[in-house]
């Protein structure tokens, strides 16, 4: 059961780095893709998020309690949100340059406050 807990939490974590990159990579990477028309960026784009779905899907699977994981639905939810923001900031503190503020901790606090009250049995 920690195995797949563990394996949940690595599949959704690769799912979000492309998430990331699939969703705000354009931005980062402007001046690489300012040639390329809108449309082969949202292929493009489309292509990452598959990517990301071949994670995805498998993390959700492997995590539900409906298949023999350790998390309800509504833990996975919780888990891929936290997952989520923290593999934003680190995209946005590594590629767009723009380093955490004192709101973004207070938003980060209510998120460890969700997961706490939504693990409480």
Partial sequence: MLLRGFSTIALLICSNIFMTLAWYGHIAFKSRLER????????????????E???????????SADFGGPFTLWHLKVIQEVVSLVVFSLFMAIFMHEGLK????????????????????
């Fill in 36 to 51: 390329y028309g809108m449309l082969a960026i949202i292929f493009v784009s489309w292509g990452v998020a598959l990517l």
């Fill in 53 to 63: 779905y071949c994670f995805q899907v498998p993390a959700n699977r492997i995590g």
């Fill in 102 to 121: 004192w709101n973004h901790y207070i938003g980060f606090l209510c998120l460890v406050l969700a997961v706490y009250f939504i693990f409480k049995k």
